[in-house]
């Protein structure tokens, strides 16, 4: 029985994938700062460190996705689930997140030395066909969709304003971003 872990992600993220591999985001020491990828840094300092986090069950994905993306003005998101061993066999090392409590979400990361092609994601990554989505209570293979088409506002329509009021979010609701 495949053990499936799960995440959301915002449709411009995976609108952004154009070669078909889901890759881990670069972290540097400026971010949450995970003890385990702390010391990975120390261990290969020549080396770059990317990681990935997912959720151990759905109802943690869930509420992630309705109490933050949701509530977010980026746009609408995926429920995605992946098998673990998916992870494991693209290399990435295992660890729980600390950002959360244990058994909520894990932290998947990987070293790469690096190239010119990795600075802000890693170089290697999922299939994207080793993803499945949530569409409307079922889960379906993820494929990936167009952009939506960008219309030019009328020069009489106000352009959205964002205010900064109750943009103030925990930490960990950063690195979902």
């Not at 591999?21 to 003890?35: K, L």
């Not at 020549?46 to 990935?52: A, C, E, G, K, L």
């Not at 900064?164 to 609701?173: A, E, P, V």
């Amino acid at each position: 029985m495949p053990e499936f872990l799960y995440r959301v992600d915002f449709n411009d993220h995976l609108q952004s994938i154009t070669d078909g591999m889901f890759r881990a985001r670069r972290w540097t020491t400026a971010g949450f700062p995970h003890a385990v990828l702390k010391a990975a840094t120390q261990r290969e300092p020549q080396s770059r460190v990317y990681r990935i986090c997912f959720f151990t069950t759905l109802a943690e994905a869930n509420k992630c996705q309705q109490e933050d993306f949701d509530n977010s003005r980026r746009g609408p998101s995926h429920l995605m689930r992946c098998n673990k061993s998916e992870l494991q066999k693209a290399g990435f090392h295992e660890s729980w997140d600390d950002g959360f409590h244990e058994g909520i979400a894990y932290l998947f990361w990987r070293y790469e030395m690096p190239t010119a092609t990795n600075d802000r994601f890693s170089d290697g990554g999922i299939d994207l066909t080793a993803l499945e989505k949530n569409a409307d209570g079922e889960w379906r293979p993820y494929c990936c969709e167009p952009a939506p088409e960008i219309t030019a506002l009328s020069p009489t329509t106000k352009p959205p304003f964002v205010t900064l009021q109750g943009q103030k979010r925990q930490w960990w609701k950063i690195w979902a971003r």
